[in-house]
């Protein structure tokens, strides 16, 4: 039976989200638009040591707007192009091929009871990444460190 590509696209949603995969983004320039503003602004009000204020001041300000560094996999599949949506699609069709199910619906539940095929779907939705969009994924659970003692 053919499976429809939104269906597969939710799954891998599903997956991901599940999984804490998450891409990291570049950072705005408006940490640094706020730097130099602030850095002329104090300048122009307090001389050589309101350009050192003004650019701590700014900076920090600046810091504290950015958005966070990395972006939930799920948010990043939303916005795909419709040929990477196929190109994708087309990967998660090689993996699927041999299962058998009699409608999407069944076909969902087989892969989210599946550890394995679960597992083959995000290793292989990494590699889509990488390869296709070239940003790293990280996990959640994985991310910064979290989980590992410190000494």
Request: include cysteine; charged fraction near 25%; glycine fraction near 10%.
């Amino acid at each position: 039976m053919p499976v429809a590509m939104q269906d597969v696209m939710r799954m891998l949603c599903s997956i991901s989200e599940k999984k804490k995969m998450l891409v990291a983004v570049e950072p705005s320039n408006r940490c640094r638009r706020l730097a130099i503003g602030g850095a002329i602004l104090g300048a122009l009000l307090g001389g050589p040591p309101g350009l050192a204020v003004g650019g701590t001041l700014g900076g920090l300000l600046g810091k504290a707007m950015t958005d966070d560094p990395f972006k939930p996999v799920h948010k990043i599949l939303l916005v795909l192009s419709q040929d990477q949506r196929r190109k994708l699609f087309d990967r998660v069709k090689a993996i699927i091929w041999n299962l058998r199910w009699i409608n999407n619906m069944e076909l969902m539940e087989l892969v989210m009871r599946s550890e394995s095929l679960q597992q083959q779907l995000a290793d292989m939705l990494v590699d889509f990444l990488k390869t296709e969009l070239t940003v790293d994924v990280q996990f959640g659970d994985h991310l910064l460190g979290a989980g590992v003692p410190r000494d």
